[in-house]
């Protein structure tokens, strides 16, 4: 682009197909502004972005942060943007995990996970996910009630009211203390750590511990450390309660999303030079002990790339929650809209939120190739 | 992979199996239980499915019996309104036709003999065509149905035709601006296709259909159906156009350089030695950009068209029907599954049939 020579060799021709480009951007662009201009006074819309600090009148269905009717937009927005960050960031970490594990599957040599792992990735692939989220979400709504839920241990209930799951009664920042705490241990031991079992082993042992220790010091005296549901009437209290529209979109783009990271962990898999891991089995390392130290880390080169594009298509595939009523950034949006009039600007910030969490993921994703990238190459 | 010539062909049936299935005692448990799940899947579908359906239009009633399966009364009373939406009903037989059209347009893409630009612009064109005035009627002496009253399956055909027929040649046309030599022409194309890369397609088309009118004047605004056709078109062409990016980059750059020597200018470059080697390395890409595609029309029914999912919503709307929401839904879900998987797998072959004709 800024090459001096590219631009030295150009021809008198050049120039003009170029400025012809121009001009037609700028006239489509001038035009789009005075039609806008136009339209708008048409309808007696003011634009600007004044109309962020009036209050909304309406409510929906799901906020992680206290919502009320009086909120302003710029509140609500925020609401629907975390909403929006919370359904991605859950989707893409289960739907990575699921996804390699489903792709590890599809690539063993026993014939039982491969036809598993193959219909799995059949099924979920080749449907819609708008139509699976509508279908799973119908199914969910059409469960029985809070009173014949369905409940595993009697810690988790899941009803036509949502999923409940216990939440330990700690403080939040002590959570995170304690979990920073285990990832230190892990850190720390990691080099003395051989075999991969017993790795597992540790880091889950050390995370209980930490977590055990972080509750001894800042739990509420005489009081259980887990705030477990409990039906107490028609309604459930305590724990948390994911709405049946948050579980409907995190288990249909799960699905689909490890469907489609799970041809992109065979492929990765794939590429490995057949001599590596027989080089491995040789040795006699043992499968897991191929897989961690050979394969996965030489497939996982090929693999970050379209993985990387697989998470920002979960990003993006959020939007599609607004079929089911999921109040994400989407549907907030669109609501706005209808309420407000301000098409213009509620567009705007719709589309540089998805531009800035897209190249978040984009750079993340970068970073984590150039880390991974060989040595010396 | 082919018994090799020593065994017999179960001999050798047995060895694969000792390998893959029974080699150790975890392999013998992992591949006895993966088959004891898959069967008792199997069997619980089969059963409401099939064992305990009812199938008859006339038996709403028995479908509310305490033991019985799948209500496939439904599908036989609502699968004109799931396939064709709101057209006319004595009209269907043209709907029908239309829906074939496009089919047999997308089968006859898939033999060989019809890949060259020429023959498979023709194909398309004529299919297309063929759909539209079968569907529109006035051109060929029909009665007029206009395209607010197109819906169902045949509503989602036609978006998917549409979107693909416009977006080809436009993604083409984005890959060369992005490949130009001019830096304003790579720099616009580069804009545009990152842009619409980076945003949900609901964002594009929910744009198209409410934010452009404000953008144009109203003698340019036309039908919403053709805004949101344009936009869908353009997410199409930003992501084939990478295709076509790819396929370009397979070829030598010897090849353009001998071209030019040859004294053969840049279109003709383009038309006789590099083209028909781009939509050839494309092309397994490009099947499986048409599948996305397909499988993404069915967002069209958040910003109100009435395609095959918006008819099945309304096939268990009304009050009779409302409880067998699962067997409409089973039925759409067929219906997609084997258009995508069909050509998924056509895909595949064609992937690996191109892999060896390249050793």
């Known amino acids: ?377 | 992979m082919a018994a090799p010539p020593t065994m017999s062909r179960l001999e050798w049936l047995r060895h694969e199996l000792t390998r893959r299935a029974f080699a150790t005692p975890a392999d013998t448990a992992i591949t006895l239980a993966v088959a004891a799940i898959l069967a008792w899947l199997i069997w619980l579908d089969l059963d409401w499915a099939v064992v305990r359906a009812v199938w008859s239009a006339e038996a709403v009633d028995t479908c509310r019996a305490k033991d019985a399966g799948a209500c496939w009364s439904v599908i036989a009373a609502r699968h004109r309104l799931i396939l064709f939406g709101l057209y006319p009903y004595e009209e269907h037989w043209r709907s029908t036709l239309a829906c074939g059209a496009i089919i047999a347009t997308v089968v006859l893409s898939c033999i060989p003999w019809f890949w060259a630009l020429r023959r498979l612009a023709t194909l398309w064109v004529t299919g297309f065509a063929g759909y539209f005035l079968l569907m529109e009627g006035s051109p060929i002496g029909l009665t007029q149905v206009t395209t607010d009253q197109w819906g169902g399956l045949s509503l989602t055909l036609f978006l998917f035709a549409s979107v693909v027929l416009l977006g080809m040649p436009m993604g083409l046309g984005l890959a060369l601006m992005r490949r130009s030599s001019l830096p304003l022409v790579q720099l616009v194309a580069s804009l545009v296709i990152d842009f619409i890369r980076s945003l949900p397609l609901l964002t594009t088309l929910f744009t198209a259909a409410v934010v452009v009118p404000i953008l144009l004047p109203d003698w340019l605004q036309g039908d919403k159906i053709w805004r949101v056709i344009i936009a869908f078109a353009l997410f199409f062409a930003c992501y084939q156009a990478e295709v076509f990016r790819g396929g370009f980059q397979a070829i030598p750059k010897g090849q353009f350089e001998a071209g030019q020597a040859m004294g053969l200018g840049y279109w003709r470059v383009l038309a006789l030695i590099a083209l028909p080697q781009v939509f050839r390395n494309a092309l397994p890409s490009t099947i499986n950009m048409v599948v996305i595609t397909f499988k993404e029309t069915a967002i069209v029914v958040i910003i109100g068209f009435f395609d095959i999912l918006a008819s099945a919503n309304a096939a268990f709307g009304t009050g009779d029907w409302a409880p067998y929401y699962m067997e409409v839904y089973v039925f759409v879900g067929l219906i997609y599954w084997g258009f995508i998987f069909s050509l998924g797998q056509y895909g595949e072959y064609l992937k690996d049939r191109m892999a060896v004709a390249r050793h």
């Open chain 1, 1 to 377: 682009m800024f090459d001096k020579e590219r631009w030295q060799r150009l021809t008198l021709w050049d120039w003009i197909v170029q400025l012809a480009l121009v001009a037609l951007v700028v006239v489509i662009v001038w035009g789009a502004i005075e039609s806008a201009r136009v339209n708008l006074a048409a309808l007696g819309v003011t634009s600007g972005f004044w109309f962020l600090d009036r209050s909304t009148g309406w409510s929906y269905s799901f906020a992680l942060i206290e919502q009320s009717i009086d909120d302003s937009y710029a509140r609500t927005l925020l609401i629907g943007f975390l909403n929006t960050l919370l359904v991605g960031l859950i989707s893409i970490v289960f739907a990575t995990i699921v996804g390699f594990i489903i792709g590890t599957a599809r690539d063993s040599r026993n014939l039982g996970l491969q036809t598993f792992a193959g219909t799995f990735v059949q099924t979920f692939r080749n449907i819609p996910l708008i139509l699976q989220i509508v279908f799973l979400y119908s199914i969910l709504i059409h469960l029985p009630g809070p009173k014949q839920s369905l409940t595993v241990l009697d810690l988790a209930f899941m009803s036509n009211r949502g999923l409940m799951l216990p939440t330990p009664d700690l403080p939040g920042f002590a959570i995170v203390l304690g979990l920073a705490a285990a990832v230190g241990l892990g850190v720390a031991v990691r080099r003395h750590v051989d075999g991969v079992l017993r790795g597992l082993a540790l880091g889950f042992g050390g995370t209980v511990l930490a977590l055990a220790l972080v509750a001894l010091a800042f739990g509420p005296a005489g009081e259980p450390l887990l705030s477990v549901p409990q039906l107490k009437g028609l309604r459930f209290r305590g724990g948390v309660t994911l709405s049946v529209e948050l579980v409907a979109m995190i288990l249909g783009i799960v699905l689909y999303g490890s469907a489609y990271i799970a041809e992109v962990v065979r492929g990765g898999l794939n590429e490995v030079p057949k001599g590596l891991t027989e080089a491995g089995q040789a040795l006699g390392m043992h499968a897991w002990a191929v897989w961690f130290k050979i394969k996965m880390p030489m497939a996982l080169r090929s693999i970050i790339p379209p993985l990387g594009n697989q998470w920002i298509f979960i990003m993006k595939a959020t939007t599609v929650g607004v079929a089911i009523g999921f109040s994400d950034l989407f549907y907030i949006v669109s609501t706005s809209i209808t309420q407000s009039g301000q098409t213009l600007e509620l567009i705007f910030i719709l589309m540089s939120a998805f531009l800035l969490v897209n190249f978040t993921i984009a750079q993340l994703v970068n970073l984590l190739n150039a880390h991974l990238a060989l040595k010396g190459h």
